[in-house]
């Protein structure tokens, strides 16, 4: 028995003692990259110098900043798509010119394209485009019904899946028009998992996502119940991107106009921040924690992000 004892002993030890060399053969740095929204609290403010360097955290651990750099109409395209809930109440129609508007006024470095919320889809009516013309032949009354879209979340998903571009080196953002309420779980749940997947599939297609509350045809999402699920489940999904949400209260808001403004103002207002940070060595969702004050402005960063191209940093 003691034979046996003494065996156990030696074999732990000798894993103990191979466990450092273990560890550092797994010593990854992933590289990543997120964008940061710095608004000046003034409409017509200016940040007028380039920010101090973010300090930053991902999974809770420090990790070092690459670059920290403005993004300018010049060298910075912009791809984005507005995605209409298929179920949408007619009303929407009344703003169809300041949504005519806000496409006509985007910056030449923008291309844009409509999508509708349908059964889970993300469907084009239009493709990405530069042409303000283009873009809005595809923008027509939602023809669904209540509930017609299966959920915003499946719609988003399929969007970040099916992103209509490759280029990589844009800015790639998505105005949501919807209720935002998940027909399949109601309630709200902070741990739903289709509002989570839709969060990381985002991530993973580097998608900032912004969303204005709009009511859906029918009444059953037009309690304060289901309104306060979809408003607050709506802002999980952009909060964590790093975009925004908009809503007036328990209804549809009198005018999109302001919230037009604050998107083009919030795009033209934005850096590109990159690191390393340890990695498992496979491309995975990380928490990313930015901690940056500017003096009068407010600083918008996601919460997640994605970490990949990991390297061996250290190695016997």
């Not at 380039?50 to 651990?61: A, F, I, S, T």
């Not at 009516?125 to 809005?136: I, M, R």
């Not at 795009?267 to 995975?284: D, I, R, V, W």
Request: aromatic share 8%; charged share 20%; proline share 6%.
């Amino acid at each position: 028995m003691k034979k046996i004892g003494l065996a156990i002993v030696l074999t732990a030890g000798s894993v103990l003692a191979a466990s450092p060399s273990f560890a550092q053969k797994n010593d990854h740095q992933g590289q990543g990259r997120a964008v940061v929204t710095i608004l000046p609290s003034q409409a017509n403010g200016t940040v007028n110098e380039l920010p101090p360097q973010p300090k930053l955290k991902v999974n809770g651990k420090e990790s070092t900043v690459t670059s920290f750099t403005p993004l300018q109409e010049s060298n910075s395209p912009v791809e984005l798509v507005l995605l209409i809930d298929g179920g949408a109440r007619t009303s929407l129609g009344s703003e169809f010119s300041e949504v005519e508007a806000f496409v006509k006024e985007m910056p030449p470095n923008t291309r844009m394209a409509i999508a509708y919320m349908d059964t889970g889809r993300a469907v084009f009516s239009s493709q990405l485009s530069s042409n303000a013309a283009d873009v809005l032949k595809g923008l027509h009354l939602s023809a669904g019904f209540p509930g017609s879209n299966a959920s915003p979340y499946f719609c988003l998903s399929d969007l970040a899946k099916n992103w209509p571009s490759h280029d990589r080196t844009a800015r790639r953002a998505v105005l949501m028009i919807t209720d935002g309420v998940d027909n399949y779980e109601r309630r709200f749940d902070p741990d739903d998992p289709y509002v989570d997947a839709a969060i990381n599939d985002s991530v993973r297609a580097g998608m900032i996502v912004y969303s204005i509350y709009w009511r859906d045809m029918g009444h059953f999402n037009s309690g304060w119940y289901e309104t306060n699920a979809g408003q607050n489940l709506l802002q999980l999904v952009t909060q964590a991107t790093g975009g925004n949400s908009y809503w007036q209260g328990t209804g549809n808001p009198v005018t999109l106009q302001p919230y037009f403004q604050d998107l083009r103002r919030r795009l033209n207002h934005q850096y590109e921040l990159t690191f390393t940070a340890p990695s498992n060595g496979k491309p995975e969702i990380a928490s990313l924690k930015v901690d940056l004050k500017v003096p009068s402005a407010k600083v918008d960063a996601p919460q997640r992000v994605l970490v990949t191209g990991a390297t061996t940093a250290r190695s016997e």
